[in-house]
């Protein structure tokens, strides 16, 4: 059975960081181009980070440049999202997502299998 089960979400005040995990199983991460989106309450779903097998080049929103980390572990079938000096406006609901090739999207289309969500939420 294909799966996708994130974690590592919480509460953490601003200025903090948290490490979103997503384990895949059923299938071998490495092998399709990753994604994490968020989204808040009223608010579209939004492209956080993305990385391609393609050519191994990655996508970060540009209110997340340089704060966050997009990466995986083959071994452990696990994408992670390292976020860092995390802000009020960036509390939502992060989904992990795992594209149907190599090559990543910037929006949800393209991706086949997506993580449950887990909350984020950051207090100022």
């Known amino acids: 059975e294909v799966q996708l089960q994130a974690s590592g979400g919480g509460l953490v005040q601003t200025g903090g960081s948290l490490t979103l995990s997503c384990v895949a199983s059923?299938?071998?991460?490495?092998?399709?181009?990753i994604g994490w989106f968020r989204q808040a309450p009223g608010k579209e779903r939004e492209g956080v980070s993305c990385?391609?097998?393609?050519?191994?080049?990655?996508f970060y929103t540009d209110s997340v440049k340089g704060r966050f980390t997009i990466s995986s572990d083959n071994a452990k079938n696990t994408m992670y999202l390292q976020m860092s000096s995390l802000k009020p406006e960036e509390t939502a609901v992060y989904y992990c997502?795992?594209?149907?090739?190599?090559?990543?999207?910037?929006?949800?289309?393209?991706?086949?299998?997506w993580g449950q969500g887990t909350q984020v939420t950051v207090s100022s």
């Open positions: 059923g299938f071998n991460v490495d092998d399709y181009a």
């Open positions: 990385f391609s097998r393609k050519d191994g080049s990655t």
């Open positions: 997502a795992v594209a149907g090739g190599v090559a990543y999207y910037t929006k949800g289309n393209g991706y086949l299998y």
